[in-house]
């Protein structure tokens, strides 16, 4: 029987990764197990590069969920509503988003992101990792890996694990622009712009280097998680001319949303064209009511918005535990050691 290399992939989606971290956190319990334990690699975009870095320190889902609800209004404070001059009263978040500077400092980001993982380098992971991130400095986009391929690869393995997790979590106009030292001060953006669905940048990794002919591993098995986003759709007869100040925040999501459902469907029509045996599932997010919609935002991190995430994750969960496929994954172990 051939070898299955097992890939974990996680949507960014803003404080909204506590949806994600919630249904790892629930599968943990269940089978009683560290997901880091069952994945050979892991991929996440922004808040879900932040998960996944943790899940690969055997971080436990738990605590994952526990840092979004302790640091989620310290990364997303809640502005105040102020007045402009001729214009109708604003949120002061939205008007420095739109005009000065970008909505949040960095400041309480970096200072949660070192409580979680103090002064730990990619090195000191248990899994393969791919961490898309976009720089600004060289126009192209970025994935931080775990040096593999028998130490031919030796780039991001010293690179303090803070600033991977800052780099692909920089998003345009929430946050200012991540710069590594490590890498003589490139600067970066949220990997959300082109990857914000990894699950495409995991499956080429895993074919360039692991998977198929005359390679350790001759099939691939998937597990794809959504971040909670607005599934209803809009009204039609929407104003037609709109500026970064109609599009607001939806400028930002609708290019990830766009880009994850792209993804999902790309994945499930090659599995059935590739020559290696290819093993998919998403779990995708729970359903949106309209009345829901102003929870369920990159920044909202109110008690309320937590509090709804949770109740969408653990109902997602509760269906998703009884899949075979599921229970396969989280009590078969990983095979691929790290070095």
Known sequence: MGKVFKILS??????????????????????NCYTSDHFDMICGTSTGGLIALALSLKISAEDICNFYEEKGEIIFP?????????????DYGFFKQTLKGGKYSDVGLKQSLVEIFGDKKIKDCNNLLCIPSYSITEAKPKVFKFDHVDGELSRDNLAPIVDIALATSAAPTYFPLAEIEYYNNEQFIDGGVWANN?????????????????KEYDS???????????????????????????????????????????????????????????????????????EQESLVQLDIATKDALNLMKIKANDQALEFEKEEQIKKIFTIQKTYKVK
């Open 78 to 90: 809640t502005h105040k509503k102020i007045k402009i001059p001729f214009l109708k009263i604003m």
């Open 198 to 214: 990894p699950t495409l940048v995991g499956l080429l990794e895993a074919l360039d280097y692991f998977v198929g002919v005359n």
């Open 10 to 31: 996680i949507d960014g989606g803003g404080i909204k990764g506590l949806y994600s971290a919630t249904i790892l956190k629930k599968f943990e319990e269940k089978f």
């Open 220 to 290: 691939i098995e998937i597990l794809s998680l959504s971040s909670l986003s607005l599934t209803g759709g809009k009204k039609v007869g929407l104003k037609r001319e709109r500026s970064f100040v109609d599009w607001g925040a939806e400028l930002f999501e609708t290019s990830m949303n766009g880009q994850s459902h792209f993804s999902n469907f790309f994945l499930t029509k090659i599995k059935e064209m590739c020559n290696v045996n290819i093993k998919y599932l998403r779990i995708p997010s729970a359903k949106i009511s309209k």
